[in-house]
């Protein structure tokens, strides 16, 4: 079986060494959030081939290296990090590019072509139907804040919610574990912004 330790090892090195404190929500705990749910979701999926399991896991620690570099297109440099760094890791040119694919479902607005891309899509957005929603957004909210996207509470509250209310999960196991609590989520927020411009 492929041995993941020495990529896990090397990518967290790299993420630790090279990410600004800003990015206070795509970081290093985003990073083997997305990996382990990724491997969580696959196998309640019923996928239990070994390369499968590994190569998805693999796109789940690189999908956001390219933030080390952009903001906005790190799909795409993550993609360009994960081929020049996996040969070294004994990759073959195929696997390689099926990693890539993965990255890049991942970009926003998500679109998924595979049932493995949508595995990586519903673990990237797994918080949004988690107890620690709010604690996570609130991490996005900041760093949002630090890169001069959002002005003030009022667009963080809007974009919150416009982003969430048209988020869906795709695969069966996070519909079924992560929408309802999405939903009570969803009604919170209304109410919330409700109340906020009274």
């Not at 999926?45 to 906005?72: C, K, P, W």
């Not at 990255?103 to 899509?121: D, F, G, S, Y």
């Amino acid at each position: 079986m492929p041995n993941l330790k020495p990529i896990h090892d090397h990518v967290v090195a790299m993420l630790k060494a090279g990410l600004p404190p800003s990015l206070s929500y795509h970081n290093i705990s985003h990073t083997l959030d997305v990996m382990q749910q990724c491997y969580i979701i696959a196998t309640e999926e019923g996928i239990t081939d070994h390369q499968t399991l590994f190569e998805l896991q693999v796109a789940a620690l690189y999908h956001d290296t390219g933030f080390l570099y952009v903001y906005y297109g790190h799909e795409e440099k993550g993609c360009d990090i994960a081929r020049e760094q996996l040969p070294g890791f004994g990759f073959s040119a195929a696997a390689i590019e099926r990693i890539c694919e993965l990255i890049m479902a991942t970009k926003v607005p998500q679109r998924p072509n595979t049932h493995l891309q949508e595995i990586i899509c519903d673990a990237d957005l797994d918080y949004l139907g988690r107890p620690d929603f709010f604690e996570t957004g609130n991490n996005l909210r900041l760093e949002l804040i630090a890169f001069n996207f959002i002005t003030d509470e009022h667009d963080w509250d809007e974009r919150q919610l416009q982003f969430i209310q048209s988020h869906h999960y795709f695969t069966q196991t996070s519909r079924n574990k992560r929408e309802p609590e999405k939903k009570k989520f969803i009604e919170q927020l209304i109410r919330e912004n409700k109340t906020a411009t009274k």
